[in-house]
C-alpha cells in the first residue's frame, strides 16, 4: 500500500520528506495506511456536514490525527528500534488522548476558561510538549526553536529590559492561553488547515490520481517544447499549472521534476540550472490562482475578506512572475545555444486535451465558485465531488455497451453533480456509494477504488507538515495575542519608515527571507505578517498589499541558502548540490524580486485602488501603465542577471540595464522618466550593436 508516486521518486523522497514519501510494505505500514484513510474520511464528513461536531471538536482531532500518523510514519521511515518506535506510538497515543479529552471535557472547559483544573494543565503541557516533538521530526528544529523562544518570552519576558518586558504571566494563563481556545494552538491557522487546506490537499491528489500531472505535462510539451529551451520552458508551464491544484512548492518539485529535470538536463541545460527552474517554478505554484497555497486560505480568513479577492490581488503578480522564469530560461536557452525537442518527439496538445478535458471540468466549477463568492470549503467540496464522480464514473462507463449509453449515463451522472446545489451533498453522497458498489462489479472498477482508496491516504499523508506547521506556528500567535509584543517590532518599522518607506519594504524582506531559510512559507507568513503588517498599513500600504508583499518573499525564501527546501528536493533529481541549485535558483528568480516592490508604489499592480497614480490617470490606465512598465523591468533585470538578449551582452550593457530596471522599480519623482529613456538607451543601442546578427527565434 505504498504512495505510487513516492516510489517513482526513489532516493529522492527522503531527501525532504522525513515519512518517507508512502507507507511501508508491513503491518506497522497498513495499519498507518488505514489511519491515514480514516483521517480523510473524518475530514470529509465533516466538511460536507455527516458529521457535525463543533470547530473546536474538529480542531483538536484535526491535531490529534496529525501527530497519530506522523510520529510512527517517521519511526517507520526512519528505521528505529523498538524502543524509540514504542516512544513514537506513546507520544502518538498521547496525542489522541489531548483530542479525546478536549472532546469528552469540551463544555466544561467553556465553562471554567481562565481557570483550568490541574488535569487542563497536564493535558495541555502535554499538547504542546507533542506538537514541539512533531515539528521537530516533520521540518527540523528551526520552528521548533523559534516557536519555543516565543513561549519562553511567555514564561519569562518581564525579567527583560523595556521596551521588550511584559507584565509577567502565570504558568497556568500561558498553558490554558496556548493548549484550549483559540488563540493557541487551535488558533486561525489549525482551523484553516482543518478546513480549507486539507480538503484542497485531498482535490489534488485525486486529480492527480486521475491523470492530471501526465494532462498538464502533454499540453506544455505541444505548446512550447519545439520552442529555444524548449525543455526548461515545459517545466516552467507544467509546475504552474500543476501549481493551479497542489499549491505545494516542494510536491510540485518531486512529481512534475521526475520528468522536467532529467529533460532540460538531456538537452544541455546544467545539472543546477535545470533543479533551479524547477525549484522556481515550482514554488510559484503557491501564489498561482485559483487555489494557490495554503497561505492564501489563512490570508483570507485573518483579513476577514472574501478568498476571490486574495486571487485577485494575486493573479497579475503570478503571471508576472512565471513570465519572468519563462524569460530567464528562455535568455539561458539562447545564451547556451539550446535548441527545442523535434515536433514528431512532442504530444500534441490538442490531443492531450481531447483525451484529458473532463479532468479540467472540477477546476473550471472551483474557478466558478471562488470567484462568485462562495465559500473555499463549500467549493473545494464542490471540486472534490465532482472530481470523485469523475474517477469512479469513468470505470463504470467503460463497462457499459454502446456509446448511446455511455453518453446517457455522463448526462445522468451531470445532472446528479448539479442537484448538489439544490438538494445538498446527500445526493452526492449517495451517487458516490452507488458507484461505488457498482466499481465492484466491472472490469478494471476495483483498480479505480484502490486509486481513489490511495488518493485518501496520500492526500493525508501530504497534509502533514503543513498541518503541524500550522499548529506550532499558534504557539507564536497566542503569544503576541498575550503580550502584545508584535507592537515593538512594528514600531521599529514604522519609524524607520517615516524616513524612507523603501528601507522599511527592504527590512521586511530581510525578516522575511531570514526566517523563511529555517521555517515554511506558513509559519514564515504568520509571524511576519502579523509584525509587518500593520506597521506597513501605517505608512500607507494598502492591508491586502503588505499582506502579499510578505507573502512573496516567504515564497521566495524557500529558494535561498542555506536552507532552500524546495531546492534539495530538486538536488537528488538533478544529482547536482542544493547549495548549487539555491544559486541558479535565485539567478532564475531575480527578476521576480521586484514585482512585490511595484505593487507597493502602484497598488494597481495587484488590482486594488489607491496609490498617487490611480489618483492622477485613473484605475484602469493605471493597471495598464504599471503592467507595461513591471514587464520593461522584468526584461531588463533578467537580461542583465543572465548576460545575453540578442545577443551576449557586454559589461557596460548588462550595468545599465540593472540600472534602467532598478530606476523602474523605485517610484521616486522622474524615476519612472529616467528608467525609461535608459531602457530605451539600453535596448537601442544593444540592437545597434547586434544588427548584423539575426534575430533569435
Sequence with gaps: MSNPAASDVGSSATFHDPTGGGFPVSREGRLLFWIAVAFSVFQLATAAHVLNLPSQIVRSFHVGFLLLLAFPLVAAAAGWRLPWKSLAWGLAAASVAVAIYQWVEYKPLILRAGDPLTSDIVFGVIALVTIFAAAWLIMGPALPIISGAFLSYCLFGQYLPAPLNHRGYD????????AYGTEGIYGIPIYVSSTYIFLFILFGAFLEKGGMIRLFTDISLGLVGHARGGAAKVSVISSGLMGTISGSGVANVVTTGQFTIPLMKRFGYRPAFAGGVEATASMGGQIMPP????????????????????????????????????????????????????????PSALGALKRGWYLLLP???????????????????????????????????????????????????GLVAASFFRFG??????????????????????RTLVVCRDALADGARTALPVGIACAIVGIIIGTMTLTGVANTFGQYIVSVGQNSLFLSLVLTMITCIVLGMGIPTIPNYIITSTIAGPALLELGVPLIVSHMFVFYFGILADLTPPVA???FAAAPIAKEGGLKISMEAIKVAAAGFVIPYLAVYTPALMLQGGGPLSEAIGFVPAVIYIIVKASLAIVLWGAAVIGYLRAPLAAWERLLAAIAAFTLIVALPVTDEVGFALAALMLGLHWWRTRAQPAAA
Design 291 to 346: 487555489v494557490m497555497g495554503a497561505v492564501a486560505f489563512i490570508m483570507a480568513e485573518t483579513l476577514g475578506i472574501e478568498y476571490y479577492e486574495v486571487v485577485k490581488a494575486a493573479i497579475v503578480p503570478a503571471v508576472l512572475y512565471f513570465a519572468s522564469t519563462f524569460w530567464m530560461v528562455h535568455l539561458e536557452a539562447g545564451k547556451r545555444g539550446l535548441v527545442g525537442l523535434p515536433r514528431s518527439e512532442l
Design 565 to 567: 527546501l524546495a531546492c
Design 425 to 446: 451533498i446527500g445526493v452526492v453522497l449517495a451517487a458516490v456509494a452507488i458507484l461505488i458498489l457498482a466499481n465492484v462489479f466491472v472490469e478494471g472498477g476495483r
Design 171 to 178: 504558568f497556568s494563563q500561558v498553558i490554558d492561553h496556548m
Design 363 to 413: 477546476l473550471g466549477v472551483l474557478v466558478y465558485l471562488l470567484f462568485t463568492g462562495y465559500t473555499p470549503l463549500f467549493a473545494g467540496t464542490v471540486g472534490l465531488a465532482l472530481t470523485v464522480l469523475l474517477i469512479l464514473g469513468g470505470s463504470v462507463a467503460l463497462g457499459l455497451p454502446g456509446q448511446v449509453i455511455r453518453i446517457i449515463f455522463w448526462i445522468g451522472l
